[in-house]
């Protein structure tokens, strides 16, 4: 089976399930972080080698106070409990911001914890804009445009998996996700179960892969 070597995951649908559960729509943020170790742990014993986490854009920065501050929470738990695990870890976002939580600066800069191997990135006070800010005219005939970008250490992206049932990209690595394939579930984030990632991989495998040739 044909295994993408970077896959992005969005992982939506949070709110809904949090009121679905008789919740208030920031509990629910809570209830993602487990699911996302799991997928970090199935995706090792796949062999995938770079995982990228939405974790929350700066357009999300807009919502209630009470919610920003529960899927920032999330958010930094989440890093920290990535950050025991063997793998090469960043976090990619407007870290100048106010929005970006100063418990995370640290991860701005990729870091081997344990053996290494796997890279994770996550995207945490993320824009489109503010990453492809540093662009130039000029820099559209050049064949490293990625290397203007301020997620430059995030490789192309083979396979985005969205849960939550949305079938937009919501501004995910705009440059990276160019020739992703895009795989979406209906089913809400925190009801993650591994089937959802062994039938995407298995959906990927079946694709064409031609990048357009």
Aim: net charge neutral.
């Amino acid at each position: 089976m044909r295994l993408p070597k970077h896959i992005g995951i969005i992982p939506d649908g949070n709110r809904r399930w949090a009121e679905v559960h008789q919740m208030k729509k920031e509990e629910g943020y809570e209830y993602g972080i487990d699911p996302g170790l799991a997928l970090f742990k199935l995706c090792k014993e796949a062999g995938i080698k770079e995982v990228t986490y939405y974790g929350f854009t700066t357009d999300n920065t807009k919502r209630q106070t009470i919610q920003r501050q529960a899927f920032t929470d999330a958010c930094i738990k989440a890093v920290g409990i990535l950050s025991k695990e063997d793998a090469e870890l960043l976090v990619v976002g407007d870290s100048e911001s106010l929005m970006f939580p100063t418990e995370l600066r640290e991860f701005t800069t990729r870091q081997i914890f344990g053996k290494g191997g796997i890279k994770i990135n996550f995207l945490v006070n993320y824009g489109w804009e503010w990453d492809l800010n540093n662009l130039k005219l000029a820099d559209a005939t050049q064949k490293n445009i990625t290397n203007h970008i301020k997620s430059f250490d995030v490789s192309r992206v083979d396979l985005i998996i969205r849960w939550g049932g949305r079938r937009r990209l919501s501004g995910f690595l705009p440059i990276q996700s160019i020739y992703s394939d895009f795989y979406v579930l209906e089913e809400y984030w925190p009801d993650f179960i591994p089937e959802h990632f062994y039938n995407a991989l298995k959906w990927y495998s079946e694709q064409d892969f031609t990048h357009g040739g």
